[in-house]
Every structure is written in C-alpha cells, then in structure tokens.
C-alpha cells in the first residue's frame, strides 16, 4: 500500500488502498525514519488482512486446552508460544495487535500471559469466550498444584533430585523459544533505526536496573520518542482490518470493574491492618495474595521474591567463622511465618515443572499457608489463588473496551511503534536474564547450555511445535540427571 499522493507535503499517510492502484503504483522508499515505521504498519496490514480467520468454539477449547497441559516453561516462554500459534500458525490476529496486547499486559499489573489468554479470547469470542480461553490456560496447573501443596505441606520439604533435573531442562527450552520469539518480534517489529536503538535501549536498561517501575517506564518513553518522531504523520484508518471487533464489557463495565478493584485493595489492606491474624487468618490471606496481584509488574518471575516476604518471615543472624575471617548468616522462621523456607522453594521448583501461568504457584502455598495454620486446604487455594490472580484478570477485562477506542487515536498510532519496540526490548532482556538465572541454578550448568541450543535449532531449523520443544527439554533435562551430567 502507497503513500498518497500529497503525503510528501501534508504528511497524510493512506492505510488501504484499491487492489487496482496496487497493482499499478510503484513502491516509493522510505525517506525518514516515520517513513519506514508507516511502511511497516501498512506492509503488516496489507500482508495480514486476509490472514486473520475467526475462531470456532471448538477450535478455542481445544487449543487453550493444549496450552493449558503443555504451556511450560514460565511467562515468557508462554509468550513465544503464543507467538508461533496464534499469529504465525492459526493467524488468530496480526502481529501488531499481538504486540499491542503484549504491550498492554507489561503496561498493567498482573500476569502478563495470563492476560494475553483472556484478551485473545475476548477479542474471538467476547466475554464468555475470555473466561473459557483463561480458565483452560490456568485450569490444569492450579489442580494439580492444588493437590500437591496439599501432599506437601507436610511431606515435602526438599525437592528430589530427578526433579530439579526436569526444571532444568525445561527452563533451558523455554529460553530458547523466548529467544525465537524475541528474534522474530524484532525481525517484524522493529523496522528502521529509531525503533532498533528503543528496543536496545529498553533492552539494556530492563536488564541492568530489573525494578517493577522500570517495564512500564521504558514502555512510555518508548511511546514517546515515536509520538516526536511521528508528530507530522497522520495516520488515516478506512474500516477495521485487524480482527479487533469484539472488546466484552463497554466502558461503564470497564470504569465499574476498576473502582471494584481499587475498593476491594482498600478495604482489604485496611481491615487487615485494624484485625489481628489470629481472628481473621483468611482475610490477611487474601489481603497479602490481593495487594501482591495489584502492584505487581514484569510477570511471574518478578512476583516470586514478594510472595516469599509474604509468607515467609525469617530472623537471621550472622555468625564469624573460628579464624575470625569470614562470616556465615543463618535464618530460621519466626513464630509470625505462614511456611517455612524448605516448603516455599520445594513448591517453586513443582511450579516450574507445571504447564500454564507461574501464578498457579499461589494454588500450593494456599494449600500449605491453610494447613500450617490448622485450617482445610481447599480453603486456603482457593483463596490466596482468586487473590492473586484476580486483580490482573480484572484490569485487563476493564482496560480492553477503552483499548479498542484509543487504539484508534492519532497520538495512539504514531507512539505506537515505540510502544511496542520497547515492549520487545523488554522481551531481549529475559533472554538474557533467564540465561544467566538458568546457568546459575542449574545442576549441570553446561549441559543446560547444550539443551537451550539443541531447542533453539530444532525450534528455528525444523520448525517444530513449542509444546513438543519444551517437552523434550524436560525429557533432556531427566536423562542429564539420570547420566549425572554435572
């Protein structure tokens, strides 16, 4: 699709053009950087408007059930995955409105493939088609870490050796599908040299300084730098061509589900406050899972640090050596501690082994926060899971019906690019990040390495299905222990 005629002095870009003049017209160069970020848009579009197919009811049960018992790999994995199924395979949406929607998961607290899963099935099947698509994608993990946690809480306090060797395994072909996809979104996304240094730059800096505050700010400074660089371009849109016509709740919906967010924060942090733990355990349960779900950005492995000063409480105390030349800090829980430190990190490593969303991990410490304290299991998951997952789920539900308005905006389209060439920087930087945290806490550290690269080659070479990627990690992972590949 070509730039219209007077686009050289009035800086009117046309996004759809007839099939004739197509065909007759000659492609002009990029003159400038908002140049080549249009001609990406409108090369996108025009590629993808054929592409983007309706979904089946049975077609979406059946995929996010798939998902639901294969998803491994944590919440970056699972965006990659999305990526090769949705968009490269099933051609559910465009690329752009699947950054979008990346976009706007690591915009807003919560988990961000968690997110995704509902706003994909809002946008094919609106509101009931984003319950069934979530509860799929998290239904299979939260039982089965349900059980477990139940199992554990007072079996279970080391994981066993075989099972730290699948998580290795696992994370290691997880990496590398991120590593696809992050290759992949930067190959589409971020098309000329202003959105090549906004991806590095929120590449580096998300890596060298990891703070909740840090995703979203790259995000809008990314937005910003293309909302200057764009300010002439306007950008005219005839229809919709994206597959973007179904948002669930309208916007009162939307403003009603965020003031219920905000009131029930309030209320929860302020009676857990005024009630002593002893008299409401359930509620000071649901109160630290709810405000942890509410300011949490950056995913699932962002979250896992606050939820164990959460649950946790250890006093710790620094003893000096004999010689006098080094000093070795012990902790032990307190009395005020929900679990022990043994109980949290042996449900760490089950949660990392389970298909679907890192948050189901609030399923196993419910269960084991609720026995500890001499309460029913089913109580304390149900609980501390709705809590953590419910202000994320919220919030996207709220946000979607104002997403398909400002979407449309001038000032919206031209910060887009930034938007999401920022969003992928922050995707190149997990690959880093998860690298670095697998190779340190690997039992065979190498052949972690070895894995990553052989998931990488048969993901990029052969093409293969990410399910069955991650799965053969997980199988590599069992034979590096069983060979003791150390």
Not at 160 to 168: E, F, H, M
Not at 452 to 466: M, R, W
Request: hydrophobic share 50%; aromatic share 10%.
């Amino acid at each position: 699709m070509e730039k219209s005629q007077n686009g050289s002095t009035n800086g009117v870009k046309e996004l759809t053009q007839s099939p004739a003049a197509q065909a007759t017209s000659k492609p002009q160069p990029p003159s400038s950087s908002a140049d080549i970020e249009q001609q990406q848009q409108q090369d996108d579009d025009k590629n993808n408007l054929d592409l983007v197919v309706e979904a089946t009811w049975r077609e979406l049960i059946k995929q996010w059930f798939i998902l639901g018992c294969t998803a491994f790999g944590g919440p970056a994995a699972h965006i990659a995955i999305f990526q090769r199924l949705f968009v490269d395979k099933l051609h559910w949406l465009t690329m752009h409105v699947f950054t979008e929607l990346l976009m706007l998961g690591q915009c807003m607290p919560g988990p961000t493939s968690t997110q995704f899963g509902f706003a994909l099935g809002v946008l094919k099947k609106g509101l009931s088609g984003g319950l069934v698509s979530g509860a799929l994608f998290q239904g299979p993990g939260f039982l089965i870490l349900a059980i477990l946690g139940w199992v554990a809480s007072k079996v279970l306090d080391d994981p066993p050796d075989w099972l730290t060797g699948i998580v290795a395994g696992l994370a290691a072909a997880g990496i590398a599908l991120v590593a696809s996809a992050a290759k992949s979104l930067v190959r589409n996304i971020c098309k000329g040299r202003v959105l090549e240094v906004i991806a590095t730059t929120s590449g580096v800096v998300a890596y060298y300084y990891p703070r909740q505050w840090t995703f979203p700010s790259l995000i809008i400074l990314g937005g910003l730098a293309t909302l200057i660089v764009n300010r002439k371009v306007i950008y005219k849109v005839a229809g919709s061509t994206d597959g973007v016509d179904r948002l669930g709740f309208n916007k009162l919906g939307g403003a009603i589900l965020l003031t219920v967010w905000v009131i029930v924060l309030v209320t929860t942090i302020v009676l857990a406050a005024d009630i002593p733990y002893k008299d409401a355990k359930e509620l000071h349960w649901f109160a630290s899972f709810y405000r942890t779900g509410s300011v949490i950005f950056g995913g699932g492995q962002v979250v896992l640090p606050m939820l164990f000063n959460e649950v946790v409480d250890q006093t710790c105390t620094s003893v000096v050596s004999n010689n006098g030349t080094s000093t070795e800090e012990t902790c032990t829980e307190s009395s005020n501690s929900w679990m022990t430190a043994d109980q949290f990190y042996a449900g760490l490593a089950l949660a990392q082994a389970m298909p679907g969303p890192l948050f189901n991990f609030a399923a196993y410490l419910g269960a084991v926060i609720a026995q500890n304290a001499g309460s029913v299991a089913v109580i304390g998951v149900i609980i501390c899971w709705v809590a953590l997952f419910a202000p994320g789920i919220i919030i996207i539900f709220a946000i979607l019906p104002y997403w398909g308005t400002f979407r449309k905006w001038q000032l919206y389209r031209r910060a887009l690019p930034g938007l999401n060439s920022s969003a992928v920087g922050l995707i190149v930087a997990s690959v880093f990040q998860l690298t670095l945290n697998a190779y340190d806490q690997s039992p065979f550290p190498h052949t972690s390495i070895c894995i990553g690269i052989i998931a990488f080659a048969v993901t990029e070479v052969f093409n293969c299905p990410a399910p069955l990627v991650v799965v053969g990690g997980g199988v590599l992972g069992v034979l590096g222990w069983g060979a003791d590949m150390n």
